[in-house]
């Protein structure tokens, strides 16, 4: 499960700036000797009044997942892909039940959440818009440049990870990789435990990666092939 108060512990505060000054929306931001201009602009531009891409309450990126806000606390608003690049999927697993892993995430105290929450039925609850940083890796880079998904269950029971879970997480981020361009491979689609400097061991031994890459890449195949104008699942309405 997503690290409890990581973002304390890594500084996961924002874009940190330097000396040399610029403006940017009417204001002074800071750009830091040595670092390329255009990459700064990058990650400052989004705190500028007014520039931010349109929101609306209720929407999800994953047609047919159901929208239940995490608390602001437990993530950072941006507007990815614009100001951090998104090229890795992080697959967690919760240590507990869903709907406690659905309290967790609203609570500000916890500091962390994920943007999504497979359940083992196969029911996807979406509780951070995938424009967002999400407190959910342990670690800042990562933080910014992945997408999170936890799963109900827990990591020394093979039992946890049931069909319709491994079915519905694998449209899930194929949906993803086909959003961002992500190759859906083990280098860009990894464990909690594989990121740099984790404490967490998540998903575990029973996490069948030579079962979910393939069904992954049977499913982003099968976003490919299918016709042009066909309905996206770009920011629809939330279900119930």
């Not at 670092?35 to 047919?64: C, H, M, N, Q």
Request: hydrophobic share 35%; proline share 5%; with cysteine.
């Amino acid at each position: 499960m997503a690290e409890q108060k990581k973002r304390r512990q890594t500084g996961d505060q924002g874009p940190r700036v330097g000396r040399r000054a610029l403006l940017i929306g009417g204001g002074v931001a800071v750009v830091g000797a040595g670092i390329g201009l255009r990459d700064e602009v990058s990650e400052l531009w989004y705190r500028a009044p007014g520039v931010t891409k349109p929101r609306v309450d209720g929407a999800v990126d994953f047609t047919g997942a159901r929208w239940v806000a995490a608390s602001p606390a437990n993530l950072r608003r941006a507007d990815r892909p614009d100001d951090y690049r998104v090229d890795r999927v992080v697959i967690h697993v919760t240590q507990g039940g869903f709907d406690s892993a659905v309290r967790v995430f609203q609570d500000p105290g916890h500091g962390a959440a994920t943007h999504y929450i497979v359940r083992k039925d196969g029911h996807v609850t979406q509780m951070i818009r995938e424009l967002d940083v999400a407190y959910h890796a342990g670690n800042r880079d990562y933080n910014q440049r992945s997408v999170g998904i936890e799963h109900e269950g827990w990591v020394d029971r093979a039992s946890s990870f049931t069909d319709a879970m491994y079915a519905a997480s694998a449209r899930l981020t194929a949906r993803i990789c086909q959003r961002y361009d992500i190759e859906p491979d083990r280098k860009h689609v990894v464990g909690h435990v594989e990121v740099p400097g984790a404490t967490h061991t998540d998903p575990g031994p029973h996490w069948d990666w030579k079962r979910y890459i393939p069904l992954v890449r049977a499913e982003l195949k099968r976003l490919e092939e299918r016709p042009s104008g066909a309905p996206s699942s770009e920011a629809t309405r939330a279900s119930g």
